[in-house]
Structures are given as structure tokens and as C-alpha cells.
């Protein structure tokens, strides 16, 4: 599993806590920042940009891969969904 935190100082908790307690059972875990939050070291990957910047490029990565997947015959529920996104 993977879990993006987005736009937090990772100062106020319980929900800064949360990005921690996925890494513990084992999701991939990546922020997206302006700057690297409190908790940054304890996550997997740090992107530093604006989140208005950085998610429509992230969309349109997994999007191309996906449909790259898809073409090959991929069972991902990306390939089962992607007409209702695109609607």
C-alpha cells in the first residue's frame, strides 16, 4: 500500500501521527511539501514543490503506466475505473 501525506507540517496531532503508523504496517510512504515536514524522516520519500504543481504530474505518470499496463492486459483496478475518472 502506499500513502501520500500532502501540505503538513506534520506538527499537529493525532493526524500527524498517521503518515507514521502506515510506514509501521508497512505502506510505501511519501509527502509532498514545500519543505520537508517534522516528520519527513521517519517517511520514505520527501517531494519537495507546491502539491497543486507536483500531484498533476504524479496523475498524469501512474495515468500513462497505467494505461501502458492496461494495454498489455493488466487486471488493475485502474484499467476497470479509468472511463468513470475520465468522465
Do not use: F, W
Not at 2 to 10: A, E, H, N, Q, V
Not at 45 to 67: C, F, H
Request: glycine fraction near 8%; hydrophobic fraction near 45%; include cysteine.
Amino acid at each position: 500500500d502506499d500513502y501520500l501525506s500532502i501540505g503538513t507540517r506534520g506538527a499537529v496531532y493525532p493526524a500527524a501521527g498517521l503518515p507514521v503508523e502506515a510506514k509501521r504496517n508497512g505502506a510505501y510512504v511519501a509527502e509532498i511539501n514545500i519543505q520537508p515536514s517534522e516528520i519527513a524522516h521517519a517517511l520514505d520519500e520527501t517531494v519537495i514543490g507546491k502539491s497543486g504543481e507536483v500531484l498533476p504530474a504524479l496523475l498524469r505518470a501512474v495515468r500513462a503506466m497505467s494505461d501502458r499496463q492496461c494495454a498489455m492486459g493488466a487486471d488493475l483496478i485502474a484499467c476497470r475505473t479509468s472511463k468513470i475518472i475520465d468522465q
